[in-house]
């Protein structure tokens, strides 16, 4: 019996189609008994085998308005807040945030007794894996629950926000507590890993790294050669993702290269989108031609890579989880791709596909790297073949998928 634990997958809210179609459907196959449980839903579903079992109840349970003052009085509260003062010196500098958090682990702990636990324990399969896909309270909330039971096995997916804890005021509570009851930590990149050796080494045998990756589209960009050079980028716009960087470098390129046309096409919406279109109606350059398409959706996104002819893909983020799965797209179609060394992407891009950048480029690196596009196309050109190359050894969600199942199969 495998039951899963998206955040909001089939439903559309966290954006998880592209992690988890494949995967979902590869379990269900390989799995008997296999029930998918989501945390949040809203009005608009991917579609779904009809085989799958989806189970609604934790969303609904969670909708529900709770008193916060009647949880503080909670045994299980209690124990919890003991467990983490005791052991964790930076839990009274956050006492906000651990109450906030034993208060949400707590509330599942107590749904997971009422609905969950009679579904597991009226099933008659020797081994049940309780599989979160995110390291969160949730997944908190099973580890103190079954803690003492030694025929279920509790494992987690961990990316980027859930994973490093300077990405969250140096402080994810209860997080030795969590790591030391679950059977298997799944990272989905060796960086992620590491960290975790470097903050917890004492359980590193139950560390293990399977990144996710994306499907062939079975098609090449084909790259027109004329004096239009072409960038594309696919993010939030947000502090993180560090997109205006990418305008300011292209800015200054094309004025330097003004008998050539320099064209940014970005995808992806947020919080400075706005600051963005600003920015570039004020900026008079007129051999920069700049299209922001907002969020499209995936198969909008790869018509355009495989009809337009694409010079280089271009991310300069500041933090990443694992290995973006916006630049092993960028790979599957050949463009190569100009990247900050941050997160897993040092795994994947390097100076035979594209151009790896330093963890914080300053607008000087960046410009150096586009340039390099611009003045040796034929060395751009053996990028695009290498680009296929990592794509097809490293980041095929086919072979990925297939691997991990196989090790879920093992628990």
Known sequence: MLIFFPLSYPYTIAKEETFLKDEVSTINKTFLNFILIPSIINEDK???????????????????????????????????????????????????????????????????????????????????????????????????????????????????????????????????????????????SETGKNYMIQKYPKYINKYFTYPLGVKSHGSINILEKNNEFHFISCSNVDHNKNVKLILYALKEVALKHKDKIIHWTHFGSGELL?????????????????????????????????????????????????????????????????????????????????YLLSSKPSIYELIDAITTVIHNPELWEQKRSQAIKTFTEKCNSEVLTYKFIEELKTL
């Open 274 to 354: 706005d600051d963005l279109l600003n920015t570039i109606k004020n900026l008079f350059c007129p051999n920069l031609k700049v299209d922001l398409m907002g969020y499209q959706p995936n198969g909008v996104i790869f018509e355009f890579y495989k009809n337009k002819s694409i010079n280089a893909f271009i991310t300069t983020s500041h933090s990443e989880g694992g290995r973006p799965l916006s630049v092993q797209e960028a790979l599957s179609f050949g463009i190569p791709v100009i990247a900050s060394s941050v997160g897993g992407i040092t795994e994947i891009i390097n100076e035979s596909n594209g």
């Open 46 to 188: 991917y579609k779904l085998d009809d085989s799958i079992s989806i189970n609604l109840n934790l969303a609904k349970y969670l909708n529900k308005k709770s008193s916060l003052l009647l949880l503080l009085f909670n045994i299980h509260f209690f124990w919890l807040f003991i467990i983490e003062i005791l052991s964790n010196k930076n839990s009274l500098k956050n006492i906000k945030k651990l109450i906030l958090y034993i208060w949400n682990t707590v509330k599942i702990y107590n749904w997971i007794k009422k609905n969950l636990d009679p579904i597991i324990q009226s099933n008659k399969d020797s081994q049940k894996i309780l599989y979160t896909f995110w390291f969160t309270h949730l997944t908190t909330a099973l580890c103190y629950y079954y803690k003492n039971s030694k025929n279920i096995k509790i494992v987690t997916r961990t990316h980027g926000i859930d994973l490093y804890e300077y990405r969250n005021n140096n402080y994810i509570p209860l997080r030795e507590f969590s790591i030391k009851h679950l059977s298997k930590i799944y990272f989905v």
